[in-house]
């Protein structure tokens, strides 16, 4: 695969990654912002990527969110830009996961 890290995608690009993480659709779920408080869907992040890893960005002020980077054995995720992570889950297994 050609390496991209010039260009900017949206947050969707962040859904076969985090796939391999979380067993529920991340896309929609709503991160904080550590910057700036502003909560955005993670479809709505701005994206960079993929080599050497994904970063993905706050889309009102541009701190980084979101890292995350695959190595042969192991996958680094890194939410520390992000002060609370909402997902939606259905209601018999309502969840709130937050971080910080
Ligand atoms: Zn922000």
């Not at 529920?24 to 929609?28: G, L």
């Given at each position: 695969m050609e390496a991209r890290t010039a260009a900017a995608y949206d947050g969707n690009a962040l859904a076969g990654p985090l796939a391999d993480v979380f067993a529920?659709?991340?896309?929609?779920a709503t991160g904080r912002c550590h910057g700036c408080g502003t909560s955005s869907e993670l479809a709505t992040f701005r994206v960079y990527g993929p080599d050497p890893g994904f970063v993905g960005r706050c889309?009102?002020?541009?701190?980084?969110l979101i890292r995350i980077v695959r190595t042969p054995d192991a996958m680094w995720l890194d939410?520390?830009?992000?002060s609370a992570v909402r997902i939606s889950m259905s209601a018999d297994s309502s969840a709130t996961a937050h971080l910080t």
């Open positions: 529920v659709e991340m896309t929609t889309p009102e002020c541009e701190s980084v939410l520390s830009g992000m």
